[in-house]
């Protein structure tokens, strides 16, 4: 009965149903026979969810109104919007980001941000470009328009980005389309965990610039988990230069994330952030995808985002959340290195990791077989189109050792 122009619609998580694999070997064989590397959130060295204090603390001291009541406007609270733009942009943002236009309307999460602007600016049955190594949602979200998808291949022969796909890619899709929408997951790529170097987004610009001559480009610029990535204040600065003074035909689209700013994944708060040159593409943007918040979702929780704003417009506040984060990123960072030196010594081939929650293992066509294997030996992962993903933000630095070697000793079987 499903309307005939929508096709098949059959959901296919491989994520839970291998999670639930690893539950199951844990319940039959005892936790330490098995390897959980499936879960995408941040567990503790004794194996909990990480909840952080900061946020916890006030969102149970909230008033029960704060937490119960619609939020006060469709598209969000001021002071959430506000708080969205000091934390992707600094609190000087007003100077950072003068001679531009910014939006922020409020979304259920980063999927809800995603998903409302490929709705709006994906043209029905066109493709959107996405990368190979990719967060597998964002190709349901362009079924949803009917439309198709192109994969720049993202590393080149060096394991950098592949500027020369990536500039093919765009061009060939800017000669069809009237809108070429490209999602872009920086920093800490999931799956690999590659960052873009500021040399690669220089170029990278050049080629959105030259493109725009042909179509309007619209850059959805993932940056869900953009506050575990370690780089200083500075850093983060020259990363951001990259989407200032555009041409009004390129729009920058940041898709922020409470789920991994906060660790808060299940109160599904986020935010779609337009950044232009152009005040009329910016007012378009708040118009159109206002429209598909009141048509989808109608509004967000009241209590995220009350939650949000009383940490970040709290100079104090924010602070103890940045230790804490810094806490965790610290964490991760040596879970990941016990893995990268573990690979290199018994020559595991792993995809240039910089930060973040994942890394991955290119195992091409090979992949079904070890994923047998793995089973096999209670070693659950989240299996790609052309490699495994390994879970550094929840697998407790013992588990982690000898993870390499044993990786290694299944592949070499294969
Ligand atoms: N983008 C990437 C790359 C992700 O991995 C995720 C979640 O895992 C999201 C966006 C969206 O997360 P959420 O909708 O929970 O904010």
């Not at 098949?8 to 330490?32: H, N, P, Q, T, W």
């Not at 796909?165 to 872009?184: C, G, P, S, T, Y």
């Amino acid at each position: 009965m499903i309307a005939k122009d929508l096709g098949e619609r059959k959901l296919v998580d491989k994520v839970f149903s291998v999670a639930k694999k690893a539950k199951d070997a844990m319940a039959e064989l005892g936790e330490e026979k098995v390897v959980n590397a499936t879960i995408g959130s941040l567990y503790d060295e004794t194996g909990k969810l990480v909840v952080l204090d900061t946020a916890m603390k006030v969102y149970k001291e909230l008033p029960p109104e704060e937490i119960a009541g619609y939020a006060s406007a469709f598209t969000g609270a001021p002071e959430y919007k506000e708080s969205v733009k000091i934390s992707l942009f600094g609190r000087d943002y007003k100077e950072f980001l003068k001679g531009h236009y910014v939006e922020v309307l409020a979304t259920p999460g980063g999927t809800g941000a995603i998903s409302n602007s490929i709705k709006n600016y994906l043209g029905h049955g066109d493709t959107l470009l996405l990368p190979k190594w990719l967060w597998s949602p964002y190709i349901l979200m362009a079924k949803e328009k009917n439309g198709d998808c192109d994969f720049y291949t993202l590393f080149n022969e060096e394991n950098r980005f592949d500027l020369v796909d990536f500039k093919e890619r765009v061009e060939k899709l800017a000669k069809k389309q009237d809108n070429v929408v490209i999602i872009i997951n920086d920093p800490c790529q999931n799956p690999t965990g590659y960052r873009l170097t500021i040399e690669e987004w220089k170029e990278i610009r050049k080629i959105l610039i030259s493109a725009s001559e042909e179509a309007n480009i619209i850059l959805i610029l993932d940056v869900a988990y953009i506050d575990f990535d370690d780089r200083s204040f500075e850093e983060r600065r020259e990363y951001l230069e990259t989407f200032k003074n555009l041409p009004e035909k390129v729009l920058t689209i940041f898709t922020f994330s409470l789920s991994k700013a906060l660790t808060s994944y299940g109160m599904r708060v986020g935010a779609q952030i337009a950044l232009s040159t152009s005040e009329s593409v910016v007012k378009e943007f708040y118009e159109a995808n206002s429209f598909s918040c009141r048509s989808t979702w109608s509004n967000i929780s009241r209590g995220g985002m009350k939650m949000f704003s009383e940490i970040i417009l709290d100079e104090e506040k924010s602070f103890r959340l940045e230790k804490e984060r810094e806490f965790y990123r610290n964490l991760i960072k040596e879970r990941a290195d016990i893995f990268i030196s573990e690979a290199k010594e018994c020559g595991l081939d792993i995809l240039p990791y910089v930060s973040g929650f994942f890394l991955t293992i290119p195992t091409g066509k090979y992949t079904p077989k070890v994923e047998e294997l793995l089973e096999k030996n209670h070693i659950y992962t989240v299996i790609l189109d052309e490699g495994i993903r390994i879970a550094v933000c929840s697998i407790t630095k013992e588990r982690i050792k000898g993870l390499a070697k044993r990786i290694k000793v299944i592949y070499d079987e294969v």
